[in-house]
């Protein structure tokens, strides 16, 4: 990634990059950001122009068995957040809502479709229809194809496109 | 590449994808009675998931999972372009489930790997395709001009 420096290339722990759950620059220092941030950066210094979309913090641990996540902007302060929780014996869920956008989320117990909320994160998907889904056990990506649909131009990648083998649009 | 496609409308939830997977690929016995009664069970590779969309690992051209996996188990196969997990070096700290766009990726705790489709890069053809009564699972070629970072990537597979 360019720095403003002419012929200065930056990615990993030392580059400040833009924040998608803050909106703030800052440093996110974790090692699949940095992994994305080499590849953006490698492709410019070989002259190929790429765009590094902002990176956000998440992590995943194992305490002995109760795997956690957690990613984005976890604990409130200020207004314009909105926060929805979930709790049952073995699960809990928390997601943090800005502007109709996920910025954060808990996940404790079940992990399995977290992936699925980092990628709303990511590509900052309006998703105040849907938190039932998002925050019950059963979310899942087949049922936030809808979800997709009306947010086509943020899903370009192929392996969306050839998930089916109909055009997606032409569903019900 | 080859990856793996969906036609919902025909699928009609008979689950007989995840039964053959869970079988073939998740058991060692490889034989359904068997498989039964194994512990740890079986974890099938693909999941129907919603009513009647049977879904696996996409094997993205950008992969995520590879991208944040720590020490190198989520590799991707140089040959075919599969990814796939090497088991013996997984430890379980669920970095892949946590980026996987699709949520395919299982964290299995009695198996203490992440577990996911490999397209049954093993075998000559996918169990699941095989199975399909009503062929809502079909095996076609990647499309071509794909982007990566708005480049069609250079492909050995």
Redesign the interface.
């Known amino acids: 990634m360019r720095t403003n420096l002419p012929d200065i290339y930056v990615a990993g722990d030392v580059a400040e990059t833009y924040d998608l759950s803050t909106g703030k620059m800052g440093v996110n220092a974790i090692?699949?950001c940095a992994?994305?941030q080499g590849?953006?950066a490698g492709?410019n210094m070989a002259g190929?122009?790429?765009?590094y979309g902002g990176s956000f913090r998440?992590?995943?641990?194992?305490f002995y068995?109760l795997?956690v996540?957690s990613?984005g902007i976890t604990r409130i302060d200020g207004n314009g957040f909105q926060e929805f929780r979930r709790k049952t014996e073995n699960i809990y869920r928390k997601l943090v809502l800005r502007d109709g956008c996920i910025v954060g989320a808990i996940l404790v117990g079940e992990?399995?479709?977290?992936?699925?909320l980092?990628?709303l994160l990511k590509k900052r998907v309006g998703v105040s229809d849907h938190i039932p889904l998002l925050l019950s056990s059963k979310?899942?990506?087949?049922?936030l194809?809808p979800l997709m649909k009306q947010n086509r131009e943020r899903f370009?990648?192929?392996?969306y496109?050839?998930?089916?083998?109909?055009p997606l649009a032409s569903?019900t | 590449m080859k990856?793996i496609?969906?036609?919902?409308?025909k699928c009609t939830q008979c689950h007989t994808c995840d039964l053959w997977c869970g079988i073939e690929i998740g058991s060692t016995a490889k034989e359904l009675n068997e498989a039964m009664h194994e512990n740890p069970q079986p974890v099938p590779r693909v999941?129907v998931?919603?009513?009647?969309?049977p879904?696996h690992c996409?094997?993205?051209?950008?992969a995520?999972c590879i991208?944040?996996c720590?020490n190198g188990t989520m590799r991707r196969d140089p040959q075919t372009g599969l990814v796939y997990v090497h088991e013996p070096t997984c430890i379980?700290?669920?970095?892949c489930?946590?980026?996987?766009?699709?949520?395919?990726?299982?964290?299995s705790?009695s198996f203490h790997t992440a577990v996911k489709c490999d397209r049954c890069r093993n075998m000559e053809y996918p169990i699941c395709v095989d199975v399909c009564p009503t062929k809502a699972l079909?095996l076609?070629e990647?499309?071509e001009g794909?982007?990566w970072?708005?480049?069609a990537p250079k492909r050995s597979f």
């Not at chain 1, 992990?111 to 699925?116: E, F, L, M």
């Not at chain 1, 979310?139 to 049922?143: E, G, K, T, V």
């Not at chain 2, 496609?5 to 409308?9: R, S, Y």
């Not at chain 2, 489930?97 to 964290?107: D, L, R, T």
């Open positions: 090692w699949p992994f994305e590849r953006v492709l190929r122009e790429a765009k998440m992590n995943s641990l194992d068995g795997p996540i990613m992990v399995q479709k977290a992936g699925i980092t990628t979310i899942n990506f087949a049922d194809l370009t990648e192929v392996e496109r050839e998930l089916s083998q109909r569903r | 990856v496609k969906v036609d919902p409308e999941h998931e919603g009513n009647n969309f879904l996409r094997h993205c051209e950008v995520p991208d944040a720590p379980a700290c669920w970095m489930v946590m980026v996987c766009p699709f949520g395919i990726i299982a964290p705790a079909v076609e990647r499309e794909a982007t970072y708005g480049y």
